[in-house]
């Protein structure tokens, strides 16, 4: 017996992914280990930077006081390495060799840079200054920040840079959102692991490499990856660990209304259904629902539509987990290439994009057809052909998603 489904918009769709509650919860995890994670805190100051006048450039430090009548001959009383201090005030006419990054005498008011200086060929005790600084090279307590001061706003997606201005605070550990634990059921028994001998009948489970990789780039923890026959009792045990155990589930096949397709009746009784089929080809049969508060998403086994229905609706799922905005970017772009069909559904091509100062062209990048693998690789948006019974004219507007990670 054929169930009816009901299909939704993407749009409506999307709008039931984004009102999915999602239990986020943070974790403290080494700075070392900390790039591209989330921060769940604001981190302050705990100092002031830098928290010791620093030479901004290699010379001679001296005193504000004598800093006039150039040239001007100085005593040289000391070498100030970079890691070293500088014990004692400089007197009246006394210079400190200083290196860049080096600690600044406490009276000194200005380093001469190397260049506006010369040796003094019967006294190497001594420097002639050439001509006064504009500046005084030197950088100021607290000149950056102050202790107290905000380094890093809550929400804020850590990258090398940022890592590097925690650890010029000597902090070791940040409080970060958890990454959502997604565990990855994929079902077929037509599917063959590479290295197993090709067989007529069977294909090798590309969605599952596709799929683990695309939830690890795009912020998620991949804890389990299995291929399952078509069995609804194997389905139903590796839904239930997997359910237990992880934020998210996503299933892949079996969610059309072929006899081995069991994901769409475990949707329909689950604790809730947000949808099962959608207006939109490639991936009209994605499901998704909510079981024991964990969001499983059914994505299609075809390729294509899988790609398609991991960026529209999970990849935003993984960054709102850990409180960031979906990376795909949704704009308004001119369809540079003719597309004939014509459309039940809104039709999501895979296609590339060009960039010409703000002006978006896209041009379909292979076969639309959810079977489809020759553009995955090439892949750069997503494009959205409006169900219509005329074809689309050539430059038309079409909502792309640019995607970010091709
Ligand atoms: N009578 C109907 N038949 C179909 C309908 C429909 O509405 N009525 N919808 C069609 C559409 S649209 C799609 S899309 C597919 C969806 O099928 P499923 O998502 O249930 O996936 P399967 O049937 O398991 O497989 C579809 C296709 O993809 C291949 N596949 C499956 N898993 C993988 C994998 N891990 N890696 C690579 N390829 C995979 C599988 O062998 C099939 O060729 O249903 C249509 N039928
Ligand atoms: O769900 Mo199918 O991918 O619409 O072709």
């Known amino acids: ?33 900390a790039n591209h994670r989330v921060l769940a805190e604001t981190v302050t100051a705990p100092f002031a930077y830098p928290h010791f006048r620093r030479s901004g450039v290699d010379g001679f430090a001296i005193r504000a006081e004598d800093d006039h009548d150039y040239p001007h001959k100085f005593n040289i009383v000391g070498n100030i390495p970079a890691g070293a201090t500088f014990d ?75 890592l590097a201005i925690l650890t010029a605070f000597g902090i070791q550990d940040v409080t970060v959102y958890r990454k959502p634990k997604v565990a990855i059921i994929t079902t077929g028994t037509e599917l063959m692991r590479p290295g197993e001998p090709l067989q007529a009948g069977k294909i090798y489970n590309s969605n599952g490499i596709q799929i683990p990789h695309l939830v690890t780039e795009n912020g998620g923890e991949v804890t389990t990856v299995e291929q399952l026959v078509d069995d609804n009792d194997l389905l139903q045990k590796s839904l239930k660990r997997a359910i237990a155990n992880n934020d998210i589930v996503i299933t892949d096949g079996g969610v059309s209304v072929g006899d081995f397709d069991f994901i769409g009746d475990t949707a329909r009784d689950a604790d809730e259904l947000l949808f099962n089929k959608i207006k939109q080809r490639p991936g009209s049969v994605t499901t998704a629902f909510v079981q024991d508060h964990t969001l499983v998403m059914g994505l299609s086994g075809n390729p294509g539509a899988c ?52 002006k978006i062209s896209v041009v379909p990048n292979g076969p639309d057809r959810s079977g489809a693998l020759s553009n995955l690789q090439t892949t750069t948006c997503l494009v959205k052909i409006p169900h219509s019974n005329e074809p689309i004219k050539l430059n038309a507007q079409v909502t792309a998603w640019l995607l970010p990670f091709k």
């Open 1 to 33: 017996m054929l169930t009816r489904r009901y299909p939704i918009s993407i749009d409506e769709a999307q709008a039931k992914m984004a009102a999915v509650p999602l239990p986020t919860s943070t974790e403290t995890i080494p700075v070392m280990a």
């Open 88 to 162: 004692g005030p400089l007197g009246e006419n006394e210079a400190a060799r200083i290196m860049t990054g080096a600690y600044v005498p406490l009276n000194a008011g200005v380093v001469i840079m190397l260049e506006k200086t010369r040796d003094i060929a019967d006294d190497p005790k001594a420097i002639n200054v050439l001509v006064p600084e504009k500046h005084s090279n030197i950088t100021e307590v607290g000149a950056e920040f102050s202790e107290g001061d905000e380094l890093l706003a809550a929400d804020t997606e850590l990258n090398p840079g940022g």
């Open 307 to 358: 790609f398609t229905g991991f960026y529209l609706y999970v990849e935003p799922l993984l960054r709102r987990f850990v409180h960031q905005p979906t990376r795909t970017k949704q704009v308004t772009a001119t369809l540079v290439a003719p597309y004939h069909k014509t459309n039940g559904f809104d039709r999501i091509l895979r296609a590339t994009y060009t960039d010409d100062q703000g």
